[in-house]
């Protein structure tokens, strides 16, 4: 972190709400922070010997950073991949922290640590989407990464 106020900007994502639960009416939607959080505890438990944990972890923590300037972009927003790309990685210069790598790492799905964490990324949202379930939604759409569990 270049500064504390970056590191206070970042902590913004605690406030973040998922875009994705709100559209299909959870009350009260987890934040991208702890949605964060919920990958790196998935992380924790499930990360194979083979893979880097402190990679997947960062992977986890860092991946949608950028989310606390752009928002949580979802596929029903209308925004082209390549221009959330370019939004996100604007948002993360701008925000002085360093996660350009681990951005970069994330996006281009090359490295094993970080197409586990794209499927913790969809597991978590799955088992997120089976809690909310007992608000009596249906959040089938959400849950497509459980087939594959």
Not at 8 to 28: F, N, P, S
Not at 53 to 72: M, N, S
Not at 83 to 88: A, G, M, V
Request: glycine letters at 6%; hydrophobic letters at 45%; charged letters at 30%.
């Amino acid at each position: 972190m270049e500064s504390k106020e970056a590191l206070i900007e970042a902590l913004g994502l605690k406030q973040v709400v998922r875009a994705g639960w709100v559209r299909a009416g959870v009350k009260q939607p987890e934040s991208v922070a702890a949605h964060s959080w919920g990958m790196a505890m998935l992380a924790t438990q499930l990360c194979p010997e083979h893979l880097n944990l402190q990679r997947v972890l960062e992977l986890c923590i860092l991946h949608d950073v950028a989310e606390v300037i752009v928002g949580d972009i979802t596929p029903h927003d209308g925004i082209a991949p390549a221009e959330k790309h370019r939004l996100e990685l604007e948002a993360i210069q701008k925000m002085g922290i360093v996660a350009e790598d681990i951005f970069a790492e994330y996006e281009q799905q090359e490295t094993e640590e970080s197409k586990f964490v794209r499927y913790l990324d969809k597991l978590d949202m799955a088992l997120q989407a089976e809690i909310y379930e007992g608000q009596g939604l249906d959040l089938s759409e959400f849950k497509k990464a459980l087939e594959k569990w």
